[in-house]
């Protein structure tokens, strides 16, 4: 048999083929930071929701339970009272002016405070002074803005009124911070009405709070309120006032105690809900700490959350800030010492004065005098005022009246009603007496013929001295001219609340 070669196999291996690199250290990072770029916003805004509610339920819940009892045991020790009187006084208004840009209505998120410093005696030594900033209230509108400096409380049964003058008027006063007085000037109005009659905001505020009738009516209609304080006996420089005190002495009811809790709990689970959200990544006990510490802290939280929930979701933060800000509106009085309190210092002062500005040429000249013999009320101040004025009017010489006269009717087309009331019955006792010249009766039926032409300032039952402003147009309607008597009838009668 032939041998045969015996055929070798060889394996043949195929080339291994060439494996995907792997992604290079600078593509990783790009990538993961595009994806966390992308993602982030949206945890934050999920996280925000949970979290923004949860700082309005625990804030409340705080207030309605536990807060009581700390304020029932922080004041246990105000036994002693002293009387008090307001040495000065403002109502401070502030805004976000860079929150604000371009929109024009600013009073519409603005906040009004008002402060006042109040000196007190005692068997202590030399008079303390103490300041107290009461109720932090939404503005909502410029309208709104002579009601606020109008009124008689700075928070539930704490006394507030404006300065008076050396004649006994009231002198309207707000302050304003150096960032929002810019704005202010720098805009321009936002009503349509105010923007005719000013060229930026800033003059539409100064005109709007001219009311020198309002602030003389104030000063003479009313006397300076008491402004009784509680006080620790030991420690007379921290007085508070009475109502005040008294307020925070109950520790509530089962009722109150009950919300509080529920309160509390719904809060804290919302609270740990959003923190999961937001911190979920971090190590277990990291993250706990990170979500119970702040829970910690909910005494002193105040206003504080809002502004550390803008650094997570700004938008949220505002509106959450703006519902903190309504839970305990007439709860909030913050003392401290003068110097320390709300634009004490710093800022823009703003004061109206009667016989100043846009009416120093009609009520400047007018000699007040003293005010009358206080405890007075609305009706009498009118008719002191208005007498007072009568006599000044009865002192000018005839072109002096006529002149007068001719810049009342300028001041009422011009929309400027704070003072033209008080001249009306001079202007009707002299308009068809043959005793005085053509020119200056002349003069007067003009200006009493503008002061009832629409648009004019009806008196409302809100006015201090209504029915004695009402009782002037009915006079005015008993004079020989038709068609101001006609329209003088009118005004009185559309002024009677139905």
């Not at 008491?226 to 008294?246: H, Y």
């Not at 009950?258 to 809900?273: D, E, F, K, P, T």
């Not at 320390?340 to 005098?369: N, S």
Request: proline fraction near 8%.
């Amino acid at each position: 048999m032939g041998k045969q070669r015996a055929g070798k196999r060889t394996a043949t291996v195929a080339p291994a083929s060439p494996a995907d690199p792997p992604a290079s250290g600078w593509r990783a990072f790009v990538l993961g930071n595009a994806v966390g770029l992308a993602v982030s916003p949206l945890i934050r805004l999920i996280a925000a929701f949970p979290l923004g509610f949860a700082i309005v339920l625990l804030s409340t819940g705080w207030l309605v339970g536990p807060a009581r009892l700390v304020d029932a045991w922080q004041y246990r020790s105000y036994t002693a009272a002293a009387q008090g009187r307001i040495v000065d006084s403002w109502l401070a208004i502030d805004f976000d002016a860079a929150a604000q840009g371009d929109r024009g209505n600013w009073a519409g998120p603005a906040r009004a405070t008002h402060c006042a410093v109040v000196a007190y005696d005692g068997e202590w030594g030399d008079p303390l002074r103490r300041a107290y900033c009461g109720n932090r209230l939404n503005v909502h509108g410029e309208e709104t803005l002579p009601m606020l400096v109008d009124d008689v409380t700075m928070a539930p049964g704490v006394p507030f009124a404006m300065p008076r003058d050396a004649h006994g008027f009231s002198v309207p006063t707000i302050r304003i911070g150096d960032t929002e007085s810019a704005w202010l000037k720098a805009h321009p109005p936002f009503s349509g009405f105010d923007a005719r009659a000013s060229h930026t905001a800033w003059d539409a505020l100064r005109r709007r709070l001219d009311r020198p009738l309002d602030a003389a009516l104030a000063g003479w209609g009313t006397s300076p309120p008491a402004f009784p304080l509680a006080l620790d006996p030991r420690d007379p420089g921290a007085a508070m006032p009475a109502a005040f005190v008294a307020a925070k002495r109950s520790p509530g009811n089962a009722g109150a105690w009950l919300a509080g809790a529920l309160l509390l709990a719904a809060g804290i689970w919302l609270w740990l809900r959003g923190m999961n959200v937001l911190i979920g990544g971090l190590p277990h006990a990291a993250m706990l700490f990170a979500a119970i510490g702040p829970l910690l802290l909910l005494p002193w939280w105040g206003e504080r959350m809002p502004r550390a929930l803008a650094h997570v979701q700004p938008q949220i933060a505002e509106i959450i800030g703006d519902m903190l800000a309504d839970i305990d509106v007439t709860g909030r009085l913050v003392a401290s010492s003068p110097a320390a309190a709300q634009l004490a210092h710093g800022g823009e002062r703003l004061v109206w004065r009667v016989g100043e500005g846009a009416y120093a040429d009609t009520l400047g000249p007018v000699d007040w005098g003293s005010p009358p013999a206080l405890p007075a009320d609305a009706t009498k101040a009118l008719a002191a005022l208005v007498a007072r004025v009568s006599a000044h009017v009865a002192a000018l010489a005839p072109e002096q009246r006529e002149a007068l006269f001719a810049r009342l009717r300028d001041d009422k087309d011009a929309g400027r009603y704070g003072g033209g009331l008080l001249f009306v019955p001079a202007a009707a006792d002299l308009a068809w007496d043959d005793a005085h010249g053509a020119d200056e009766r002349r003069a007067a039926a003009r200006f009493l013929d503008a002061w009832v032409t629409s648009p004019v300032e009806t008196p409302s039952p809100t006015d201090a001295g209504f029915a004695a402003r009402v009782e002037l147009f009915r006079r005015l309607a008993e004079v020989p001219d038709a068609a101001i008597a006609n329209r003088a009838r009118a005004i009185a009668d559309d002024a009677q609340p139905h």
